[in-house]
T-cell receptor, first 110, second 112 residues
Framework: NAGVTQTPKFQVLKTGQSMTLQCAQD?????MYWYRQDPGMGLRLIYY???????DKGEVPNGYNVSRLNKREFSLRLESAAPSQTSVYFC?????????FGAGTRLSVL | GENVEQHPSTLSVQEGDSAVIKCTYS??????FPWYKQELGKRPQLIID?????GEKKDQRIAVTLNKTAKHFSLHITETQPEDSAVYFC???????????FGQGTELSVKP
């Protein structure tokens, strides 16, 4: 039982490049989330998916897209990366209110 | 939407002292208030939570209190130890009850 697994752990991009962050959970949770964490700003919700087949915007969705591929997987895509998207990205899943986080992806955009 | 404010942003205490972190929230419909601990380079992990139908909850050295009227809740850590050093986040559910809105975090440092 791995919990929430994120790949990759680290990534460096050039401005304008695209990439997809992957997230998978093996806890059979309905809800999944993507956050970004920046110094002094806590965890800010980018997008979430309350159930398979649904996605909704969070606090900071601009510049991102998501796909809830199936119940297990929820991916985050940066179509044209910008330096402002340099951050640590966390995926989480929940069934009730309790959220379980992945280990994070540290992304640098140069 | 929900807004969560957390204070202080940094807190330094001597080992054995108590530490208190406070949060306020804006949406009176919020009904779930968790606290997460994040060690350096690690993922956030739930340490304690409280629902709006109770005013206090304890788990060994940590406790959380909730004042629904004033819309604030606090984390209390007693007999602090160096391994309590971490960033602590409070959160509150939004009006729909699904999403969590996090505070800005408190960096706690426990000096031996």
């Amino acid at each position: 039982n791995a919990g929430v697994t994120q790949t990759p752990k680290f990534q460096v991009l050039k401005t304008g490049q695209s990439m997809t962050l992957q997230c998978a959970q093996d806890m059979n949770h309905n809800s999944m989330y993507w956050y970004r964490q920046d110094p002094g700003m806590g965890l800010r919700l980018i997008y979430y998916s309350a159930s398979e087949g649904t996605t909704d915007k969070g606090e900071v969705p601009n510049g991102y897209n998501v796909s809830r591929l199936n119940k297990r997987e929820f991916s985050l895509r940066l179509e044209s990366a910008a330096p402002s998207q340099t951050s640590v990205y966390f995926c989480a899943s929940s069934e009730t209110n309790i959220q379980y986080f992945g280990a994070g992806t540290r992304l640098s955009v140069l | 939407g929900e807004n969560v404010e957390q204070h202080p942003s940094t807190l330094s205490v001597q080992e054995g002292d108590s530490a208190v972190i406070k949060c306020t929230y804006s949406d009176s419909a919020s009904n779930y208030f968790p606290w997460y601990k994040q060690e350096l380079g690690k993922r956030p992990q739930l340490i304690i939570d409280i629902r709006s139908n109770v005013g206090e909850k304890k788990d060994q050295r940590i406790a959380v209190t909730l004042n629904k009227t004033a819309k604030h809740f606090s984390l209390h850590i007693t007999e602090t130890q160096p391994e309590d050093s971490a960033v602590y986040f409070c959160a509150a559910t939004d009006a729909e009850g699904g999403k969590l809105i996090f505070g800005q975090g408190t960096e706690l440092s426990v000096k031996p």
